[in-house]
């Protein structure tokens, strides 16, 4: 027993045995080592082995306390499923070795803990030990039948630690399995082990009531059919919630209810639980009475919920929780409905109470669960003689029923800043999904907005949860991916505690990973589907679209950090950009020139030789008659040389400008798309290094192997839209406009303006005045994206001067194509 453990061999056991449920070639090497390393059976005479291996096992046990024993019990069942038809045996063989051994050793410690030095060690390696066998026992329970009367003196445990309190609950779930299949019974075992339960019961708090009264169900209801001592008990409590319920109404602020809150939530608590493993309604116990027993129980939890204490409140829900599982019609009664869906839909409502609610929904989904795997294997056995399995549907199709009626609120409960509340609202629509209660389409919105939760063991399982989708149902991913998006960004809106800090749409680590990657990762597999969804993010940056700013910016994030693998992605989203650029800065250039013209004329009500005049100077941004009257080629240069010159410009523009600065801030406002779109794609062309001549004779109708090549990434390029960032911390749109604030738009709209007037090559030209072109163009990018870094910002990268004589530039000719 004092054998030193070897931490690292238990690490790595841990390590190893929680890919159990792996690929299958994992997954049989894991079955495979651990068949030898412990369910191999050990020679009798060799006592050390043995005891290296309950160490071995109970130390992987005890590490794995907090993350719990799903992989003890798929690994068990695996190995004795394989051998079933098999005439030899060695894993049960060792499975009974294993239990009769773990057993020697409990008493063994047990005899060893008046040792005060060893006490916590032995108190430790103790639990461990029991809960191995709890384990074992639920795996196969048969294994434990001869060794329950040497369990149960350990429910007389005096608790002080939390390790008494482990031992307890472990012995009264193990008894609770193995009492029903033991044969004939001593009458004194059964009553010793009742009494028990119920002074555990009356004693101590709600973990241990919980499995005591759940071990006294299947002792009662299974074996000795003692209903009058159950009764008895559950009048106790029932009479003492019925007593405080009318004292309470009688003086809702009497000092008697304070005193005796202890006794009012041990005794909601507690009528819940007994409600949920006996039908009090049964003539068993309540005998010749018409007193709809459950009706009343209803009543008197609910009348605790709208108590001012949260606690109460929150014991009378759990209490009523118990109740719905073993009467799950009462969830279709209207005041429950009100109840749950209230608390679930109401922002300002408890975070506990929520809580609540979803745990009790998830109880619920897993007590159908096993209930519909035990029917599934009751009809198995006597598939011939019954219909079992027609049961197991009519369970079904309430627990449908009951999920139709709390989804949307459930859904809606992701909307939450709270991880834990998020966590139980994705508990309950896995289960759901697992047992095929709903039409899984209406979900993956809401599980593609889970799959960017900043906890990662949130984002795996929803992740699991679109694969699973995926698998069953091809093209529902692609059907719900782009409201998945926008759901996203609710999703961190409602996540992000600063909320002066815009919401971004990458991960703030050394990956800068997109949040949607495992999305878009799910999609780019089928080119017809990855396009539709890339045109349809980028038509939401579209002036018609009218998106919020900052949702374009989580998309442009997203689009900037995607898991991008061959070129032709970047380049058929670079080649949209253009075609965007080209229709939405057209439009918005002249909604600008517009707006100016139309104050103008109520201003100044010119004459009509004015009016003329003025159209043309407002409509070519303010220019001079005398720059209006030079050649077009002379002109581009004075635009991209003269610095006095653009001063004079705005000067002119900033003349026109209307007293309603509206126009202004609209401007501001749909530019910022436009502004997204052409930091975008330069982000992407230097993040890939593309020249201006590949992003120009990229066709999307081109075979796909002609763009199929591996992107070659380049480390270090980040997307960072400085103007767009700066426009939503400052508020611009709803903050006073400025004269220097004026003088920074009317800039971006002449260089908006430049940049359009320039969008395309001049086919006309000579090859020394597209030089001219391009260096204007590249200057109004840069002015617009703020300058910056040449390896963010700039216009041209190291690569694309080699191709500075191409007639393309940094914008693509959308009108030549």
């Known amino acids: 027993i004092e054998q030193p453990t070897f931490p690292k061999i238990t690490e790595m056991c841990v390590k190893m045995i929680r890919r159990v449920n792996d690929e299958e070639g994992i997954k049989k090497l894991v079955n495979e080592t651990f068949q030898k390393l412990w369910f191999t059976p050990t020679p ?53 070795q294993l239990v009769d051994n773990l057993v020697e050793h409990i008493l063994k410690y047990e005899e060893s803990l008046s040792d005060s030095d060893n006490k916590g060690v032995n108190s430790g390696r103790l639990v461990a030990c029991i809960t191995t066998l709890f384990l074992f026992s639920k795996i196969r329970p048969q294994l434990m039948v001869k060794h329950a009367m040497t369990m149960q003196p350990y429910l007389t445990t005096k608790c002080s630690t939390q390790n008494d309190f482990m031992v307890i609950c472990n012995v009264a779930k193990i008894l609770e399995l193995v009492v029903p299949l033991m044969e004939h019974p001593s009458e004194t075992f059964l009553a010793t082990i009742e009494e028990d339960l119920m002074k555990l019961i009356i004693k101590y708090g709600m973990t241990v009531v919980q499995h005591c009264v759940s071990c006294l169900g299947a002792v009662v209801n299974k074996v000795t059919q003692n209903y009058k001592f159950v009764w008895a008990c559950f009048n106790r409590y029932y009479g ?57 129980v209803l009543e008197l939890l609910m009348y605790f919920t709208k108590h001012s204490d949260e606690e109460v409140q929150t014991k009378a829900i759990i209490g009523l929780g118990f109740a719905f599982i073993q009467h799950p019609s009462l969830m279709f009664e209207q005041e429950v409905k009100t109840l749950y869906n209230s608390i679930l839909s109401d922002k300002n409502c408890s975070v506990n109470l929520k809580i609540q609610v979803l745990k009790n929904l998830q109880t619920y989904l897993q007590e159908e669960d096993t209930r519909m795997q035990q029917a599934d294997r009751d009809w198995k056995k006597v598939a011939k003689q019954e219909d079992l399995k027609e049961m197991g549907d009519i369970s079904s199709g309430m627990s449908s029923s009951i999920m139709q009626l709390y989804l949307k609120q459930v859904l809606e409960a992701f909307f939450h800043n709270q991880s ?46 679109l694969v699973e989708i995926d698998k069953k149902y091809a093209g529902f991913i692609h059907m719900k991916a782009v409201a998945g998006m926008k759901m996203s960004y609710q999703v961190q809106q409602a996540i992000n ?32 589907h990855r396009r539709a969804f890339l045109i349809s993010l980028l038509n939401l940056f579209d002036d018609t679209a009218k998106t919020e700013v900052n949702m374009l910016l989580y998309i442009a994030d997203n689009l900037a950090c995607f898991p991008y693998q061959t070129q032709e992605e970047p380049l058929f989203i670079m080649h949209h950009i253009d075609i965007t ?51 077009r080629r002379l002109r581009k240069r004075v635009d991209s040389d003269s610095d006095s010159d653009e001063e004079n410009d705005i000067n002119a523009v900033m003349k026109c ?48 192997k002609v763009y199929d090549k591996a992107i070659n990434r380049k480390t270090g390029v980040h997307f960072h839209p400085k103007q767009t960032l700066d426009f939503l911390r400052s508020d611009m749109a709803n903050s006073k406009i400025t004269e220097e604030v004026k003088r920074s738009i009317v800039k971006q709209y002449l260089d908006f303006k430049l940049l359009m007037e320039h969008l395309d090559p001049d086919e006309e030209e000579e090859d020394g005045e597209v030089s001219a072109s391009t260096n204007a163009r590249n200057k109004a990018i840069t002015s617009l994206l703020g300058g910056g870094s040449p390896k963010n910002n700039a216009a041209e990268t190291e690569d694309d001067e080699s191709d500075g004589e191409d007639r393309g530039g940094g914008t693509s000719g959308v009108r030549r194509r």
């Open 44 to 96: 009798h005479h060799d006592k050390e082995a043995m005891t290296r291996k309950i160490l071995n096992i109970t130390d992987v046990v005890a590490a794995c306390r907090d993350t719990g024993y799903d992989w003890f019990e798929q690994l068990l069942q695996n190995l004795l499923k394989s051998e079933e038809d098999a005439s030899y045996k060695p894993v049960k063989k060792a499975c009974t």
């Open 240 to 296: 003492a919630l019925s007593k405080l319920k009318n004292q309470h109404q009688e003086d809702p602020n009497s000092t008697i209810l304070t005193a005796n809150k202890p006794a009012l939530l041990r005794s909601l608590f507690t009528v819940g639980a007994l409600c949920r493993h006996f039908d009090f309604d049964q003539e068993d116990f309540k005998g010749n009475s018409k007193v709809n027993i459950k009706d009343k």
């Open 420 to 465: 834990s509340v998020r966590h139980f609202a994705l508990n309950v629509i896995a289960l759901t999904l697992n047992q095929g209660l709903i039409h899984p389409v209406q979900c993956v919105p809401y599980l593609i907005a889970m799959g960017t939760d900043p906890e990662p063991s949130m984002r795996n399982k929803a992740d699991q949860q």
């Open 497 to 528: 505690t600063c909320p002066k800090d815009p919401v971004r749409g990458f991960r703030h680590d050394e990956s800068s990973s997109a949040l949607c990657s495992h999305l878009y990762s799910m999609i780019r597999g089928n080119r017809q």
């Open 581 to 631: 650029l080209s229709v939405s800065g057209s439009n918005l250039l002249q909604s600008f020139k517009e707006s100016m013209v139309k104050d103008k004329k109520k201003e100044r009500k010119p004459s009509s030789d004015e009016e003329t005049e003025s159209d043309s100077n407002s409509g070519s941004g303010s220019e001079s008659e005398e720059e209006t009257s030079k050649p």
């Open 657 to 704: 400008l209307p007293e309603n600065s509206a126009p202004l801030i609209e401007f501001a406002n749909v530019s910022q798309g436009i502004l997204l779109l052409l930091m975008l794609k330069q982000h992407l062309k230097n993040l890939c290094g593309f020249s201006d001549s590949k992003i120009q004779k990229y066709s999307p109708s081109e075979s796909a």
